[in-house]
């Protein structure tokens, strides 16, 4: 009987070194458009994966070359699109980098954006976890 209890605790005790960590959402790839001369306001497009099985919302986001960050929904039908207080990435899925997905729009640029350079992004989301990533400047 006491071996029986040994050896049930030692497969307790070893249980959770075995199991492999969850996967956790990321910001996968970004690309911030280079603005046009003069402007002060560009946006910024990021791919986000969340594996998980729940909803998550992205409710902020801050970038080392702008004032503000605004949370925008994807454009439809050529209009400008809408400030948003969050945007949904869905559970198993995830979003695209494109103009026709929620994005951000970079206000108050606050340095010269070329092609070439990163832009560092940080977004935030409704259980407090922050997405980091790093976002080259492009020709749109």
Known sequence: MRSLFCALAAVLLAW???????PAPAAVSAWVAAP???ATTTSAFVEISNPTMYEIYITGATSDAAAKVELRAGVSGGAEPAVVPEFPVP????????ASAPHLRLVGVTRPLAPGDTVQLTLTTDGGATLKVAAPVRQP
């Open 16 to 22: 959770p070194a075995g199991q492999a960590a969850q």
């Open 36 to 38: 046009a001369a003069g």
């Open 91 to 98: 559970a198993y899925g995830g979003t695209q980098a494109a």
